[in-house]
């Protein structure tokens, strides 16, 4: 069965800084492999997703993400955080029929 | 515009009764889904529907209960049986069941349910 781990619970950045949030999954063969943002009190809204191809993925709000087979990870990015990115984040691999998510990371953000 | 509509936003419910969610689409997907989150584990998978008249059981289904009798609707009831019922609760749809699509689910703004 496949999983997630995401391995920050919280994460703190200054308003301007550069964003890495950390995603490693465990899938048997070639994941497919998403990013989703959620504000308090919202669904889910998807930043990016990655089925095949390049590696380096661009979604929405300015966000990246990059695929690295040989670490199992998706790591999410953004060069320059704005206050409005402060939400919790998910990061999540699909099986046959269903998603698998991680338990998410909180980004706060500093002025 | 097109979404899924979760309804009510806040729902209470006393102990012993049997509540239901509705959730409804405008999107034309086949798939629809419904996962509960607690604060701190992520999203776990209860029920999902790949196709109208059909429902899978997902990770933590025990007390709880779905039908799919429309295309637009995948209504969820949570029973009594559920002994701890208190979350948030979201629906979400996806043009067909197979992730490989390369079409991803997307989410209603939930429904928070607490217990009296």
């Known amino acids: 069965a496949q999983s997630v781990t995401q391995p920050d619970i919280h994460i703190t950045v200054s308003e301007g800084a550069s964003l890495e949030l950390r995603c490693n999954y465990s899938?048997?063969?070639?994941?497919?492999l998403f990013w989703y943002v959620q504000s308090p009190g919202q669904g889910l809204q998807l930043l990016l997703k990655?089925?095949?191809?390049?590696?380096l993925v661009q979604g929405i709000k300015g966000f990246e993400a990059e695929f690295k087979r040989s670490q199992s990870s998706f790591n999410l990015r953004k060069p320059s955080v704005h206050w409005s990115d402060a939400a919790e984040y998910f990061c999540?691999?699909?099986?046959?029929?269903?998603?698998?998510f991680g338990k998410g990371t909180m980004l706060l953000v500093s002025p | 515009d097109g979404g899924i509509t979760q309804s009510p936003k806040y729902l209470f419910r006393k102990e012993g009764q049997n509540v239901t969610l509705s959730c409804e689409q405008n999107l034309n997907h086949d798939a629809m889904y419904w996962y509960r989150q607690d604060p701190g584990q992520g999203l776990r998978l209860i029920y999902y529907?790949?196709?109208?008249?059909?429902?899978q059981k997902g990770d933590i289904a025990e007390g709880y209960s779905v039908s799919r009798e429309k295309k637009e609707s995948f209504p969820l009831t949570v029973t009594s049986a559920q002994k701890n019922p208190t979350a948030f609760y979201l629906c979400a749809s996806s043009i067909t069941g197979k992730v490989d699509s390369n079409q991803p689910q997307h989410f209603g703004d939930g429904t928070r349910l607490s217990i009296l």
């Open positions: 529907s790949q196709i109208v008249n059909d429902f």
């Open positions: 899938y048997g063969a070639t994941p497919y």
């Open positions: 999540a691999v699909a099986g046959y029929s269903t998603l698998t």
């Open positions: 990655y089925f095949s191809g390049d590696t």
